[in-house]
C-alpha cells in the first residue's frame, strides 16, 4: 500500500513564526503536492514538484515556499506565519504520467492553527 | 480543467440512494475520479471512469459520466453512515508540467438513521 505521512496532524504556531510541514511517501512517485482545505472551497493546490529539486507554483503560493532535496521528502514552508493561514494542510503524491494515471494519494492531513 | 463544480451539501436517509454530481470543464479528460474524505482524514480515491466509458459500476458505488454535457456523477446504493463524508470529484489538469489534478469543491453527504 502507498503510504504518505505528514510530520504532525495538529499544529499551533504564532503569528511571525517560521513553520515547516514535512509530507514523505513511500512509493517512489515522482510528484508531490501541498494543498491546503477550507470549507466551501474544497482543495486549492499550493506548490508542486515533479522531481527533485524541481518545483511549480500552485494556485495560491503567496505566502509559502516549498523543498524537495530527496524525492521521498516535499517540505511546505511558512516562511512568516500569519491567522490567514489557519488551515488544513494535505500533502499527495503521484507516479509518473508515463503510467497514464493522474491518481493521487493523500496523506492525512495536518490542522494547523496561527494564532 | 479550471472550474469543477459540485453542490455543497446532500442529506440523505440511511438505506436511501444518494447522487452527487459533478461538472468538469476539460473534454479531452482521460480519467475523472471521485475521492472520499472522512471526518479528520485526508482523501482517498473511491474509483474512477475512463472517458472512453459511459458507466461504471463498482458493488454499492454506480458512476455515470455524460460526455456531451460534461457531467459526472456517483450514485451510492442503501447508503450507509459510513458514508458520511465529503465528496470530491477531479479532472486532470493539462495547462502545465506535471500529472496535477483540478478538484471539485465537494459535497458534503449526511447520512441520517
Known amino acids: 500500500d502507498v503510504k504518505v505521512t505528514q510530520s504532525s496532524r495538529y499544529l499551533v504556531k504564532r503569528t511571525g513564526e517560521k513553520v515547516f510541514l514535512e509530507c514523505v511517501q513511500d512509493?517512489?512517485?515522482?510528484?508531490m503536492f501541498w494543498y491546503r482545505q477550507d470549507p466551501g472551497l474544497g482543495l486549492r493546490l499550493i506548490y508542486f514538484?515533479?522531481?527533485?529539486?524541481?518545483?511549480e507554483k500552485g494556485d495560491i503560493p503567496e505566502g509559502y515556499s516549498v523543498s524537495r532535496e530527496k524525492k521521498e521528502r516535499f517540505s511546505l514552508i511558512l516562511e512568516s506565519a500569519s491567522t490567514n493561514q489557519t488551515s488544513m494542510y494535505l500533502c499527495?503524491?503521484?507516479?509518473?504520467?508515463?503510467?497514464?494515471?493522474?491518481?493521487?494519494?493523500f496523506g492525512p492531513g495536518t490542522r494547523l492553527t496561527v494564532t | 480543467g479550471e472550474d469543477v463544480e459540485q453542490s455543497l451539501f446532500l442529506s440523505v436517509r440511511e438505506g436511501d440512494s444518494s447522487v452527487i454530481n459533478c461538472t468538469y470543464t476539460d473534454s479531452s479528460s482521460t480519467y475523472l475520479y471521485w475521492y472520499k474524505q472522512e471526518p479528520g482524514a485526508g482523501l482517498q480515491l473511491l474509483t474512477y471512469?475512463?472517458?472512453?466509458?459511459d458507466m461504471k459500476q463498482d458493488q454499492r458505488l454506480t458512476v455515470l459520466l455524460n460526455k456531451k454535457d460534461k457531467h459526472l456523477s456517483l450514485r451510492i446504493a442503501d447508503t450507509q453512515t459510513g458514508d458520511s463524508a465529503i465528496y470530491f470529484c477531479?479532472?486532470?489538469?493539462?495547462?502545465?508540467?506535471?500529472?496535477?489534478?483540478?478538484f471539485g469543491g465537494g459535497t458534503r453527504v449526511l447520512v441520517k438513521p
Open positions: 514538484s515533479y522531481d527533485v529539486k524541481m518545483k
Open positions: 471512469i475512463f472517458s472512453n466509458m
Open positions: 499527495a503524491s503521484s507516479p509518473s504520467l508515463a503510467l497514464l494515471s493522474y491518481e493521487q494519494y
Open positions: 477531479a479532472e486532470p489538469y493539462f495547462k502545465a508540467a506535471g500529472n496535477k489534478l483540478t
Open positions: 512509493m517512489d512517485h515522482e510528484n
